[in-house]
């Protein structure tokens, strides 16, 4: 069974970093691309960022560019958002997902969230 | 960047059938996937590649794709479905739609 734990959301304040991690088993993660997407309050899903399954390629919104990076370890299956200078507006719950096998396209295994709350 | 626009609420009874729609340029042209989220859970793919269901996820529920306008249609709606319901496509990136508050009477 496809399992991800998010953790590492808190309450930050305005220009402050925060790490986000997703531990993640029950499937062979070496061979899997794998996203954030982060729904804030009263809003829709929005997609964060996403890397390739070696991470050799990373992508991002370009809401976030520049502010955070995304990285994995496949050595312990677990992947990483680090987010930087943070703003009112990056308040939500961040979601790891995994992509689907080829191309890529759609998320088909879902974390359930870690609350990232940016505010004075 | 490519707009993915959905109605934001539909409401429909109990039994009926519930429509919820996804309207992009030349939409047909993509594949469009649909995701259900329920209140305090993650969400969960129903339909992706227009018109297939992951293992697990009920017959009720079905996807079509042409033109202008995607649908995900759910059938024999039951109290469980009510949920926020969202489009996705790929352009360039990953696109949502605004999402969908579908209510069970």
């Known amino acids: 069974e496809v399992q991800l734990l998010e953790s590492g959301g808190g309450l930050v304040q305005p220009g402050g970093s925060l790490r986000l991690s997703c531990a993640a088993s029950?499937?062979?993660?070496?061979?899997?691309?794998m996203s954030w997407v982060r729904r804030g309050p009263g809003k829709g899903l929005e997609w964060v960022s996403g890397i390739s399954d070696s991470g050799s390629s990373t992508y991002y919104a370009d809401s976030v560019k520049g502010r955070f990076t995304i990285s994995r370890d496949n050595s312990k299956n677990t992947l990483s958002l680090q987010m930087n200078s943070l703003r009112a507006e990056d308040t939500a719950v961040y979601y790891c997902?995994?992509?689907?096998?080829?191309?890529?396209?759609?998320?088909?295994?879902w974390g359930q969230g870690t609350l990232v709350s940016v505010s004075s | 960047s490519y707009v993915l626009t959905q109605p934001p609420s539909v409401s429909v009874a109990p039994g009926q059938t519930a429509t919820i729609t996804c309207g992009g340029d030349?939409?047909?042209?993509?594949?469009v996937h649909w995701y259900q989220q329920k209140p305090g859970q993650a969400p969960v793919l129903v339909v992706y590649?227009?018109?297939d269901r992951p293992s697990g996820i009920p017959e009720r529920f079905s996807g079509s794709n042409s033109g202008n306008t995607a649908t995900l249609t759910i059938s024999r709606v039951e109290a469980g479905d009510e949920a926020d319901y969202y489009c996705?496509?790929?352009?360039?990136?990953?696109?949502f739609g605004g999402g969908t508050k579908l209510t069970v009477l």
């Open positions: 030349n939409i047909g042209s993509k594949s």
């Open positions: 996705q496509v790929w352009d360039s990136s990953w696109v």
């Open positions: 029950g499937f062979t993660f070496t061979t899997y691309a």
């Open positions: 590649d227009d018109t």
């Open positions: 997902a995994k992509f689907d096998p080829n191309p890529n396209q759609f998320f088909d295994h």
